[in-house]
């Protein structure tokens, strides 16, 4: 089983940057896949960025490309999502996730979630 917890999330202006952290528990993350979803009232929860720990191979949504970047943190076990230049769009649950092999873009491929955190943006 893993263990996966989020933090980093707050409020930011529109235009700033935010650090979202996965750390994990239970199992090493070595050659899992984690990606970062988020969910905004109303809607259905999306695709943002996902790793192949493995390989460091990543894929983003189109939303967010060249704005986020998601990266590993070997040393905590633990999975980085720096958010720059965020929008009012942006604002949302983020959730993160893991699955124990092969990147994925889709939400019922993923058996491990977070609680998620908050990340809100203001115009």
């Known amino acids: 089983q893993v263990q996966l917890v989020e933090s980093g999330g707050g409020l930011v202006q529109a235009g700033g940057s935010l650090r979202l952290s996965c750390a994990a528990s239970g199992r090493t993350l070595n050659n899992y896949a984690v990606g970062w979803f988020r969910q905004a009232p109303g809607k259905e929860r999306e695709f943002v960025a996902a790793?192949?720990?493995?390989?460091?191979?990543?894929a983003y949504a189109d939303s967010v490309k060249g704005r986020f970047t998601i990266s590993r943190d070997n040393a905590k076990n633990s999975v980085v999502l720096q958010m720059d230049s965020v929008k009012p769009e942006d604002t949302a649950l983020y959730y993160c996730?893991?699955?124990?092999?092969?990147?994925?873009?889709?939400?019922?491929?993923?058996?491990?979630w977070g609680r998620g955190t908050q990340v809100t943006v203001s115009s």
């Open positions: 996730a893991a699955r124990g092999y092969g990147r994925s873009t889709q939400v019922n491929d993923y058996p491990y």
């Open positions: 790793i192949l720990l493995s390989t460091s191979i990543t």
